[in-house]
DNA sequence: TTGTAAGCGTTATCAC
DNA sequence: GTGATAACGCTTACAA
């Protein structure tokens, strides 16, 4: 089955092909009449204009491309809802491409990306370095949301881990907890070495020592809130209170305790870091830190479209913010 | 900056535009001397094939549609992670568009994916009607995941779901209970009805009669299984074990039960359906139902392959699988 | 306001 | 083997 093509259509209208193209554009105005039965030629046929083509015709082809790393992560997949939604009527349209969180797949589907001319890049998450998506975005307007890079060519919307870090560590502070237990996330990732610096530095300012053996190694998984806090078990140290790398950790966490006798919030408060969709209904409900992931998303449409447009870059850190639920307690005493 | 094309390339290289071509696609032999030299203009001078030229002229654009409707579910999630798996290196790549679950933007997002001139379009949920689809996929390999269609033109893959709860309501029957509550998802949702008549099905068969004020409304969101706890109780009638049309829901109403002083599974059991990630740490962790959801997307990139090179379609009905975890219990007596 | 014609960067079909 | 040259479907000067 052939293509309609805008010639089929001009055929059928008795117009130029020029004609119909503008038509279509609405970018100058045509005979009314002229107008109608180009219109009613496009609904007849079927007429579907080849996005392709156009690209190739005008040099852009509005669209944005987005690497994600669809982890299952719901941090993610809401900041990909965020670009989506910040995209709106801008007349430009998403085009995912899928990194799965490894290194070569994610060059593959970038320089897939680049390969199809999109007008623009954002990266969600992802490991390639600065150095790495510069060689292949060329000039091309890029930018990485949840991912913080130092250098000029690339911008980023990144959220403030540290002081995350800070505010849950923070908020079991003043609840009196001393003996506060961290559970870190993958070592290499910035995000997870900010929330532990952010951690460290709420028990400097509350004059309470970092006791070495209270902070486990974790990888952000259920899994290794599990392990961590066997971990912590068999160091046979005590703790009042956990905080979590992010809130799967948590879960992880919550699960051991549980198995090992310990209620919570009554004999250990829990803090979590994303508040994903299911923190709200756990039980008990977890107290978190909000990562405002869709508005990072939008702010990343919207910083591209300026980018794009040469508005130039304003460069921002969103503030993350403290949700108490109901596992965290004040100390017993 | 100008994008280097494959016209540079020859002139760097001096040869002709076409052996240029035929060395970048290995379709016919070329002298190795000239090959070298191609290759070696290529990475000189950063070359990036245009792939929108490339689908222009060759008429194949050599990637997949992929709808889904990005509700941050992760059963979605997975299957789009397993589609993409699928793809692997059959030389296709997916391109994603989100419909939101919004029945506008789907065919918005539906019509530039066929305006881009997909190869084959998967949609992943969704609510178009097949007969929308058609018209704007016009022809062109569709076929849908997790939603089945009787038509002819749309093939689908899904799941048996009223096998699902069947399954999910018979390992509660074998436990012994009678007064078995459901929470059914969204009314007009055909997994949802299908869930619902696993239900009455196992019922009947374990000669048990379906108590109307047993049955609740819900919405597959964990807010809706709070709510439907609140029903029932409400009700006053007795209850010893709940199936909640998702995990989300179970999650809900688990909390509800919780808040209203009923253990799980002391109390009443609880069985979901889905299997999502956080379940298995859940306290406590939750039976319920397995949906191959990554297995459905590969199996939807294979038959999409199969579409397209014309060995035509297999129809193929996955299973579910109940997954026994801590949240049921037989009945006390 | 409208039509003609020249691209856009590839692939594909020819001859040579 | 290799190089012209014509598509591919559309946009966009440039004329008229």
Redesign the pocket.
């Known amino acids: 089955m ?8 001009a055929r059928v209208a ?9 038509v ?2 609405g ?5 009314p ?3 109608k039965s180009v219109l009613d030629a496009t609904k007849r046929l079927g ?4 996005l ?3 690209s ?5 082809s509005m669209t944005i491309g987005v690497l994600t790393q669809m982890i299952g992560s719901p941090f993610y997949d809401a900041i990909s809802q965020g670009v989506i939604a910040g995209l709106g009527d801008t007349g430009y349209s998403p085009l995912f491409a899928d990194g799965r969180w490894q290194v070569q797949k994610e060059a593959d589907a970038l320089t897939a990306l680049v390969g199809r001319r999109v007008d623009g890049v954002v990266l969600v998450g992802g490991s390639m370095t600065s150095e790495q998506i510069s060689e292949v975005c060329m000039g091309l307007p890029t930018l990485t949301v949840a991912r913080r890079f130092y250098d000029q060519p690339i911008h980023s919307i990144a959220i403030d881990n540290e002081l995350g870090g800070y505010q849950a560590t923070d908020c079991l502070l003043r609840l009196g907890h001393q003996r506060i237990a961290m559970i870190r996330g993958i070592e290499q990732h910035e995000d997870a070495r900010d929330r532990f610096a952010g951690y460290q530095r709420a028990m400097g300012e509350a004059g309470v020592a970092v006791d070495p053996s209270l902070v486990v190694d974790g990888d952000f998984s259920a899994e290794s809130g599990i392990r961590a806090v066997g971990e912590l078990l068999s160091r046979g140290c005590e703790f009042s209170a956990i905080f979590a790398a992010n809130d799967l950790t948590a879960f992880g966490a919550r699960l051991a305790l549980d198995r090992n006798g310990l209620r919570v919030p009554d004999d250990v408060s829990l803090v979590g870091f994303d508040d994903q969709m299911e923190s709200a209904f756990f039980v008990p409900p977890l107290t978190t830190i909000r990562q405002p992931a869709r508005e990072m998303g939008k702010q990343a449409s919207v910083a591209m479209m300026n980018l794009i447009n040469g508005s130039g870059f304003e460069s921002c850190l969103l503030t993350s913010e403290l949700v108490v639920r109901e596992s965290t307690r004040s100390v017993k005493d």
Request: glycine share 6%; proline share 3%.
């Open positions: 052939k293509n309609v093509t805008i010639q089929d259509i008795g117009v130029s092909k020029s004609t119909v193209s503008r279509l554009n970018t100058v105005a045509v005979n009449e002229k107008k007429f579907k204009p080849s392709i083509a156009r190739l015709a005008s040099g852009r």
